[in-house]
């Protein structure tokens, strides 16, 4: 049978609960358990897909296609599992299926309530989450914070089904702040307490209380805490800050996090395998090489909306024991500017992420000439992809009306078009071209010695797509077509060899990057970047 735990937050936001759940998470597979992980967004938008970046950071979109909170990006690449469908909700989709259900005439008559009825949804999806993944334990994370209308209805689910499979099937891990009080220089407990007080107040006694803290918590305080909170002292676990997220999972770890919850499942302590994780943190403390990468885009005051590309960089570049420094270019900005040389002059590399709409797109083509024009190290995703095949057909082909008609719909030269089943389209959200697609790479090509696979799975999220009436000329100019999904005969991935590496891809590999396991053509990327600053 699947156990569950739930974690929740309390005192503040940002105190790190994703990164908690999938630290466990991490923990509790090295012992060899199947985990898998979900989380409870209270917002009533039906998924972030239709968000702004600036409100909600980076969409993170699983195989499967879902576009989700960025936070089950940390899932992934913490325990290295595919999530799907079932591991994000919303309140938005449960409203939407229970409406769904009352116009059907599902519920016989009844009053619609919130209680049963919204409760009884979402404690049918904690239980798809298990069911469906055959997990041994799924890890549920409650967004935002204790005390939030909008969370209540989690909350009382969560009760319920605490008492539904009792404590040897459930566990709640309750992360607080202890805030450090300058002056007086000492930790403090009682927001602490008073955030447990509101749990409680909604049924709910934690099992286990994870402090975020700037310093160690003393044993007074863990006494404290376990006290008046009503928990064993050891299930006190401090969260002190890191300088390195990988840190996390060993610090729970040698507190015994993992074991407390085995006990309370009354599963079997088995012997941990954490040695790659081990490997990998002290290869992130001792990185002795650096480099800069400029990062293109007009979301950059928020950095969290490229999260999963900035942490694609990282891991390429723990692979070559390297730090990478990210110079963050406004891409409206650059649109002004003669001349790039000052705002590129330390960087090894050029990339241009993911974007929607047309603020900023003339500032990322000029970036990606000059990067074209000065054998910079380019990389191109998605968005990236599109802007350098106008960046060519312009300034290579000749064709100076190029553009993508999601900018100018009447744009005379549509080299970036939208796909024919895209334009009878209405709704925007959840309509995308979403999650894996194949390709098919061409041998020879940069993008087969970066993957070293004829056929490759990865994740979508655009409407628009090169044209293909443009391709031939294209070609002829220099442009290669190194990736193609054959069903439907769409370009995936271009490179130009002309250039020492130039390549771009339509899909986002930034989704199947792991610490551990570098993805190929980041990989590729930072190698031709570390060259290019050798040179
Ligand atoms: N806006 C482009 C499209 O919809 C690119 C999307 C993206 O970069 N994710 O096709």
């Known amino acids: 049978m699947t156990k569950y735990v739930f974690v929740t937050g309390g005192v503040v936001s940002g105190l790190g609960k994703g990164i908690t759940a999938s630290s466990l998470a991490l923990l509790l597979k090295s012992r060899g358990y199947k985990v898998f992980m979900q989380k409870f967004d209270p917002y009533i938008n039906v998924d972030p897909g239709t968000m702004s970046p600036f409100q909600h950071g980076e969409v993170f979109v699983t195989a ?101 499979l009792g404590k040897e099937n459930t566990l709640f891990v309750h992360t607080t702040l202890v805030p450090f009080i300058y002056g007086s220089n000492e930790l403090k407990t009682k927001p602490t307490q008073h955030s447990v007080i509101e749990l409680r107040g909604m049924g709910i006694q934690p099992d286990i209380i994870v402090c975020r803290t700037p310093v160690e918590l003393e044993s007074n305080i863990k006494d404290k805490i376990s006290l008046f909170c009503s928990i064993p002292k050891e299930n006190v676990i401090d969260s002190i800050d890191v300088k390195n997220i990988y840190q996390i999972p060993l610090n729970y770890y040698n507190q015994k996090m993992d074991e407390i919850v085995l006990n309370q499942f009354g599963l079997n302590i088995n012997k941990s395998n954490l040695k790659e994780w081990e ?59 003669d001349n790039l040389d000052e705002i590129f002059k330390n960087s090894s590399g050029i990339i241009v ?31 990236g992809l599109q802007l350098a095949v106008i960046e060519f057909a312009r300034n290579v082909c000749g064709i100076t009306g190029a553009s993508s008609t999601e900018f100018n719909e009447l744009c005379p030269e549509p080299v970036i078009d939208l796909m024919a089943n895209q334009k009878s389209i209405v709704n925007m959200g959840g309509t995308l071209r979403l999650g894996n697609y194949e390709c098919h790479i061409k041998k020879n090509t940069l993008a087969y010695k970066s993957y070293n696979e004829e056929f490759i799975l990865e994740r979508h999220r655009h409407r628009y797509e090169v044209n293909n009436n443009y391709r031939e000329i294209l070609e002829k100019k220099g442009l290669v077509f190194s990736g193609i999904n054959d069903k439907s005969d769409l370009v995936e991935i271009i490179e130009y060899p002309q250039h020492p590496y130039f390549i771009a891809c339509q899909f986002h590999p930034e989704f199947k990057s792991r610490p551990t396991k570098p993805h190929p053509l980041f990989k590729s990327f930072i190698k031709a970047s570390i060259d290019y600053k050798k040179k």
């Open 64 to 164: 499967d296609g879902t576009e989700t909170d960025l936070d089950l990006g940390h899932y992934e690449r913490f325990i290295d599992e595919e999530l799907n469908y079932t591991s994000n909700i919303t309140t938005g989709k449960i409203y939407s299926s229970v409406i769904e259900k009352e116009r059907r005439g599902d519920y016989l008559g009844a009053t619609v309530q919130i209680v049963p009825h919204i409760t009884n949804e979402i404690k049918n999806k904690v239980y798809e989450a298990g069911s469906s993944s055959n997990a041994d334990i799924v890890i549920t994370e409650i967004g935002g914070t204790i005390g939030d209308i909008e969370s209540q209805a989690f909350i009382e689910s969560l009760r319920q089904i605490r008492n539904e």
């Open 353 to 383: 992420p993911g974007g929607f709409g047309n603020r900023g797109i003339e500032g990322k083509i000029k970036a990606i000439e000059y990067a074209r024009r000065n054998k910079i190290p380019y990389l191109g995703l998605c968005l």
């Open 279 to 337: 490997n990998l943190v002290d290869t992130v403390n001792n990185l002795d090489k650096e480099i800069e990468i400029s990062l293109v885009g007009k979301y950059v005051e928020l950095h969290d909306a490229y999260i999963s590309v900035v942490e694609s960089l990282k891991h390429a570049g723990y692979f070559y024991k390297t730090k990478i420094n990210i110079n963050w270019v406004d891409s409206e900005k650059l649109e002004s500017k």
